[in-house]
């Protein structure tokens, strides 16, 4: 079964300190993987977007990491501000459809504390 | 920031009624989408299309209809609201860029309440 699965559910850190977030997923054929930011009572907005052949990618204080072999990924987020608090998703693209059928985790709730 | 509009933002009606919520997008993007999504939890496809007069359903079985007349303009209808459809409805368009890295734009929500 195709799924994807974020750690943790949620965090709480201090403004100015580094976080890390996980995703795992065993969706298969893979195509791309991307992290979404979710501000609370807002519409998803793309952070970042991997492909098979790519490592790592960075936008701003964010950084994703894939691990396509382990199927892992990680988003880092550098020096945080009270402005990151939000819900980080991430969505995995198959091949399996011309649609390009997206997977999504439930994200991980992150709030930074003044 | 995404050019997708959806209204209301919020709307709270009583069971039985019937409620149309709207999203318009001005990129041009041929596919458009609706998804449904409670606090906590993954976001789950109700309804897709490709383009104009095209709509499918998507992986979460829904009682809800839409409409493509127009490009862009992808509208969900309820035809009889029942308390069981409460949720957070999320459209999302994208492009015709194609390929395996075509990013959905999502608009800000519409959070329905059924009474």
């Known amino acids: 079964k195709n799924q994807v699965e974020q750690s943790p559910q949620s965090l709480i850190i201090l403004e100015g300190k580094n976080c890390t977030l996980q995703c795992n997923y065993t969706v298969s054929p893979f195509s791309n993987l991307r992290w979404y930011k979710q501000d609370t009572g807002r519409g998803p907005v793309s952070l970042t977007i991997?492909?098979?052949?790519?490592n790592t990618k960075s936008n701003g204080r964010y950084t994703a990491t894939l691990d396509a072999d382990t199927k892992q990924s990680s988003l880092h987020i550098t020096a945080s501000q009270l402005s990151d608090s939000a819900s980080y998703i991430c969505?995995?693209?198959?091949?399996?459809?011309?649609?390009?059928?997206?997977?999504f985790g439930r994200g991980t709730q992150l709030t930074v504390w003044p | 920031e995404a050019d997708i509009y959806q209204t209301p933002r919020y709307l709270v009606i009583g069971t039985g009624k019937k409620i149309t919520l709207e999203c318009s997008q001005t990129m041009g993007h041929d596919k458009m989408y609706w998804y449904q999504q409670d606090p906590g939890m993954e976001l789950h496809l109700i309804h897709y299309s490709y383009g104009v007069n095209s709509t499918e359903k998507g992986d979460l079985s829904s009682e809800s209809t839409v409409s493509r007349i127009r490009t862009e303009h992808f509208p969900l209808t309820l035809e009889s609201a029942r308390p069981s459809h409460t949720s957070q409805y999320l459209c999302a368009s994208s492009g015709r860029a194609g390929g395996l890295q075509e990013t959905q734009y999502f608009g800000p929500g519409t959070r329905l309440l059924v009474l």
């Open positions: 969505v995995v693209s198959d091949r399996g459809s011309t649609l390009g059928r997206l997977y």
């Open positions: 991997m492909t098979f052949s790519e």
